[in-house]
């Protein structure tokens, strides 16, 4: 019998042949928002390692949306010349490629994690920080910006003609960027948000910029290609965004074309305690997909074959988002499949090795 982890499945015009997604992972090594040949060796290996989906890391719609100087952007047009490499390759080794857009909101404006992951001021190379209001992720923040109408307006535009930009670049698959208490999750949670305009205060009101993001980005991304939204399904704070506000969202974003939520969790505020484990947010997953009969993907410490089945088998996703496991094992797939004894296809180039 076909494994469910391996049976094709079909969102609108796009067929993809496994379950299997390469989760966005930040790999902070672009120069100016410029892929390099990094992005495309990374990405290259695990669409050759037979993944179905294959994302981009978190792509800022502007230079200051960066988490950090290294950061992907699609902000102009001639970052989309090694982008349209990098699609043209995933695609020939029947993949489909994906891109996450993101705006780090107050996280951003940091340096790479391997050097310390501070926030660098705009004399150390940074530069201002926006969030909905002027509240730090932590103390030692540098100040934060509380964004003006005319600021959230001009956000809006940038994912707009973002999405116009990945879809020129030959990306299939568009996922926006709501969760791990960037931007758009900051507008959403009242830990984050306390805005008393249109966009603050009521859950309608905090969810405001999302559902106009989302609507924008639909003027330029054609209706027959999927749409994702990666959301935080909870703060993992008693008096943060919920499980319930995830739902109630997700029946929206279900209404305005949204194909599928990809349910994550926390990262909005540093005191949060998380329980970490194995599915430990498949549940969430699970609670939308039945809630709202709206597909799902489960991420998180999903490490075996055995385990991301079980998890489609159990119907509580329809699709397995892989991060730090493909980092590990870009050939994931290959040996997944060898573990059920099912047969898929291999580069011609690696054939000899079955």
Not at 18 to 38: K, L
Request: one cysteine or more; charged letters at 15%.
């Amino acid at each position: 019998m076909l494994p469910m982890l391996f049976q094709p499945i079909t969102i609108k015009s796009i067929t993809f042949k496994n379950r299997i997604v390469v989760s966005p992972m930040c790999q902070y090594s672009a120069q100016d928002g410029f892929a390099n040949d990094w992005h495309l060796v990374h990405l290259g290996s695990r669409a050759i390692g037979g993944a179905g989906l294959v994302f981009t890391e978190a792509t800022a719609v502007s230079p200051e949306g960066r988490i950090s100087p290294g950061d992907l952007g699609i902000w102009n047009d001639e970052q989309m010349l090694m982008l349209q490499r990098i699609t043209d390759f995933i695609s020939n080794q029947g993949s489909i490629p994906g891109i996450q857009l993101a705006h780090a909101g107050r996280k951003a404006s940091c340096e790479a994690p391997w050097l310390g992951g501070k926030q660098l001021s705009v004399a150390a190379g940074g530069w201002p920080v926006l969030a909905p209001s002027a509240i730090p992720f932590k103390d030692t923040q540098v100040p934060v910006i509380a964004m003006s109408i005319t600021e959230i307006q001009a956000l809006i535009t940038q994912f707009r003609m973002a999405a116009l930009r990945a879809y020129q670049a030959g990306f299939k698959v568009l996922e926006i960027h709501a969760a791990h208490g960037y931007l758009i999750h900051q507008f959403l949670s009242p830990l984050s948000n306390q805005r008393t305009d249109n966009y603050g205060g009521s859950f309608d009101n905090r969810i405001r910029l999302l559902i106009e993001i989302v609507n924008a980005v639909q003027q330029e991304w054609p209706e027959n290609l999927p749409l994702f939204v990666r959301i935080s399904v909870t703060d993992w704070v008693e008096d943060g965004w919920q499980l319930s506000d995830s739902i109630a969202l997700a029946k929206i974003l279900k209404n305005n074309g949204v194909d599928l939520i990809d349910c994550s969790s926390g990262g909005n505020v540093a005191h949060a305690t998380i329980p970490v484990a194995p599915n430990y947010q498949v549940p969430f997953a699970a609670a939308i997909k039945q809630s709202v009969n709206l597909l799902t993907g489960a991420v998180g410490l999903i490490t075996s074959p055995a385990q991301a089945e079980k998890i489609l088998l159990e119907q509580q996703a329809d699709f397995i988002f892989m991060a730090r496991e493909m980092l590990r094992n870009p050939y994931f797939p290959h040996q997944a499949a060898q573990y059920f004894h099912h047969e898929i296809e291999w580069p011609k180039q690696y054939e000899r090795a079955k």
